[in-house]
């Protein structure tokens, strides 16, 4: 009995988390952090710091690859599971509802007025964050060409994000054998 | 048969997301577009944006958020049923979660050499430069005459860039350019 009630900690936990950020990304990281480490003791602090490390460089949801790591850590695969499905099972509810309804509305010309309205703001919502991201990759005037070539392939050229990723983890592995054949550079 | 065909490109679709949307939310934003919008046609720019929006103002990451949308619209929209609609979207959901799943098993594994692996740094040295660029072309992409009708539209972005560098709450620039469409158009 015992055993199910802690698969069921993971999934509550991580369902109240999937539930209740909206927006995604860091808001939900610090209200994590605040379930995993100081409610609940699950992971330390240092712990937590390194997993977060590796839930952002991995591809996927950073929410779901955090969820996943630490039902892993509490639980083994199975635990995994839970957290996982406590992550994903709000959202797929709230949107498909929506998906329902939305698709009987989609023509009504106030919700298409208001969609108007809408959709040149979730542009900006998209551009804004770019320049402190910028600042928190350490952009400069030596690597700036680096997004910017990104940007004019993906956008003018419509070169797929799977060739850009797999390009630069290669180029990021020859760069460390070359620096690594020469120290001195 | 037809059916299968379509449950079966739609999953390979969001498995592709999973496996290679790197920096989590905007970010996989573009690779999401290019699959749904650009390759598969699967639903229109405006369209896309419109759930973009909707994924703003819901819990949830976007890449979960659009999973869930588009697996359902994509199916009803190819003339089948509400049942089958709703089945397509947790095939969706469930293919975009996959890769993580497999990633984050593999890694708790190798987890403490992992995080301090030069290797790993030197790669994320360059693909963190790449996740602006790839941002930035999420944001491009959406600048099109069905997101952008007019001079208003502008106006609109322009006042929602402001606002959010400024730090105001996305869900209520959202609700407010909702409003602002309403009245303008």
Known sequence: ?185 | MELLLLYLSLALAFFKIGLFGFGGGYAMLSLIQHEIVVTHQWISVEDFTNIVAISQTTPGPIAFNSATYIGYSAVTDSGFSHLAGIIGSAICTLSVSVPSLILMTIVFLFFKKLSKSQMLQAVLQFLRPAVIGLIAAAALMLVTPDNFVDVKSWAIFGIVAIASLKKADPILLIALSGVAGFFLY
């Open chain 1, 1 to 185: 009995m015992n055993k199910y009630r802690q698969y069921y900690e993971l999934f509550s936990v991580f369902f109240k988390i999937g539930a209740f950020t909206f927006g995604g990304g860091y808001a939900m990281i610090s209200l994590i952090r605040n379930e995993v480490t100081q409610k609940r003791k699950w992971l330390d602090d240092e712990e937590f710091m390194d997993m977060l490390a590796i839930a952002q460089s991995l591809p996927g949801p950073i929410s779901l690859n955090t969820a996943l790591f630490v039902g892993n850590k509490r639980k083994g695969f199975k635990g995994s599971l839970f957290a996982g499905a406590g992550i994903i099972v709000p959202s797929f509810v709230v949107i498909l509802l929506i998906a329902l309804v939305f698709a009987q509305f989609k023509d009504n010309l106030v919700v298409k007025k208001v969609f108007l309205g809408i959709r040149p703001a979730v542009v900006a919502l998209i551009a804004a964050p770019l320049f402190s991201l910028g600042k928190a990759a350490n952009l400069n005037w030596q690597n700036l060409w680096i997004p910017v070539l990104v940007a004019v392939l993906v956008w003018k050229f419509s070169v797929s994000p799977v060739f850009i990723v797999l390009g630069t983890v290669m180029l990021g592995i020859a760069w460390f054998i070359l620096s690594k054949r020469n120290p001195n550079q």
